[in-house]
């Protein structure tokens, strides 16, 4: 039966990180908490690079819209690696039980390839996948604000996925319980605020080349 991914391929580095921390932890194996912490920043960051850095790489750096991702992407990076300094100390090995758990369901096979990123509900899957489809074939009716409409959608979602379910395998206090809930309001806020702005002024090549990518990332499977 098919399903609705969102995923990206992680570094190679990276991912063979993952992979060992996974199958070390299911022997009762525990890696050193330096190792979950460059884990979780090293995620982070693919999540960024996937939705804003590539982005900006594809609009050559010039335009509204590099300058809106490169100002999220900021916001993004300095917020998360700051937040996971802050609330990812000594890494319990309960903690680090969980945070096995949490990256194993993002390790996702998607057409046989191993990729970072969650299942998505089939009506919002569908979505996308209809909304690409058409901008593929060059129909450009009402395209921008129904690819926004998605994306406000996709925040949501990948807020649960990768925020939420990352800082809850987190055994916190109530001080660092604070900070994640800071944190992922200033994500959220800036998240929504550069979609909505994102494809206003971007020329139909760029608006298809853009989607282009997202359609390597949003996949039935």
């Known amino acids: 039966m098919s399903a609705y991914f969102f995923s990206f391929p992680l570094d190679a580095n990276l991912q063979q990180t993952l992979d060992d921390l996974i199958t070390n932890n299911a022997k009762g194996q525990y890696a050193d908490p330096s190792v979950t912490v460059t884990l979780a920043t090293g995620t982070t960051d693919g999540v960024i690079k996937a939705l804003a850095l590539d982005v900006i790489d594809i609009l050559k750096r010039n335009g509204e819209g590099a300058g809106i991702l490169g100002m999220l992407a900021s916001l993004m990076k300095s917020t998360m690696h700051t937040l996971i300094m802050q609330i990812m100390g000594k890494v319990s090995n309960s903690e680090q039980d969980k945070l096995a758990g949490y990256l194993g369901r993002r390790r996702v096979s998607v057409n046989g390839v191993t990729r970072f990123g969650f299942g998505m509900p089939d009506a919002i899957g ?75 002024g971007m020329s139909d090549d760029d608006f298809k080349r853009v989607c282009a990518h997202y359609s390597s990332m949003f996949v039935k499977a």
């Open 126 to 200: 569908a979505r996308f996948e209809g909304v690409l489809a058409r901008i593929a074939a060059g129909d450009m009716a009402n395209s921008r604000e129904d690819l926004t409409a998605a994306m406000y959608d996709f925040i949501e979602i990948a807020t649960v996925n990768f925020y939420d379910e990352f800082t809850s395998s987190l055994e916190l206090g109530f001080v660092k319980q604070k900070m994640v809930s800071i944190g992922r309001g200033a994500i959220v806020k800036g998240s929504h605020s550069a979609v909505g702005k994102l494809f206003v």
